[in-house]
T-cell receptor, first 115, second 113 residues
Framework: NAGVMQNPRHLVRRRGQEARLRCSPM?????VYWYRQLPEEGLKFMVY????????ESGMPKERFSAEFPKEGPSILRIQQVVRGDSAAYFC?????????????FGEGSWLTVV | SQELEQSPQSLIVQEGKNLTINCTSS?????LYWYKQKYGEGLIFLMM?????EEKSHEKITAKLDEKKQQSSLHITASQPSHAGIYLC?????????????FGKGTHLIIQP
């Protein structure tokens, strides 16, 4: 799972600024997932993407959050006009194939702090 | 929606002792994953179970999925300080859909020397 690379590892933003979190999946993986871990809460699914396509965004907040996984380059989770409640650990994961029964490997996470 | 209940929420065990962590689902499990997370770090994949009655082991950690596929247990034998961390169980969407895993809230394991 060391192959899923996330950056930055730690990010501090003032309220109202934008946060961009990047994720490079494991080599050969074309399925990417973003999760959020809030203090005192569990890990919550946000969005599932394949190259250039959003497959499932049922866990994404309706406003200010967006995700992409372009043909070239890393997947990006973008949070606009951040608020204090956005402070959390954001984890990216990847798998070789989609659907059930495929091992999902996680990155080290990006810790966002909004001040 | 599926919910996973982990017990206990936290556990303090003396080094060398055995321990068990449980994960119970509100629905039939079609794929159950165990991960370990160290504080401030990412999740490390431990094992995946799919079949009722299935049991897998890795070093001193054994995980089982019960026959009815609604509960899984993680057992650590002769615990060591390196086993300390948060253990998370995650489950596939029972509808076989494309979304991600549903996770329990985790079990915090502390190993006392």
């Amino acid at each position: 799972n060391a192959g899923v690379m996330q950056n930055p590892r730690h990010l501090v933003r003032r309220r109202g600024q934008e946060a961009r979190l990047r994720c490079s999946p494991m080599k050969g993986h074309s399925h990417v997932y973003w999760y959020r871990q809030l203090p005192e809460e569990g890990l919550k699914f946000m969005v599932y993407l394949q190259k250039e396509n959003i497959i499932d965004e049922s866990g994404m907040p309706k406003e200010r959050f967006s995700a992409e996984f372009p043909k070239e380059g890393p997947s990006i989770l973008r949070i606009q006009q951040v608020v204090r409640g956005d402070s959390a650990a954001y984890f990216c994961a990847s798998s070789l194939q989609g659907g059930n029964g495929n091992t999902i490997y996680f990155g080290e996470g990006s810790w966002l702090t909004v001040v | 929606s599926q919910e996973l209940e982990q017990s206990p929420q936290s556990l303090i065990v003396q080094e060398g002792k055995n321990l068990t962590i449980n994960c119970t689902s509100s629905k039939t499990l079609y794929g159950l994953y165990w991960y370990k997370q160290k504080y401030g770090e990412g999740l490390i994949f431990l094992m995946m179970l799919q079949k009722g009655g299935e049991e897998k082991s890795h070093e001193k950690i054994t995980a089982k999925l019960d026959e009815k596929k609604q509960q899984s247990s993680l057992h650590i034998t002769a615990s060591q300080p390196s086993h300390a961390g948060i253990y998370l169980c995650g489950a596939d969407d029972p509808g076989g859909g494309a979304d991600g895993l549903t996770f329990g809230k985790g079990t915090h394991l502390i190993i006392q020397p």
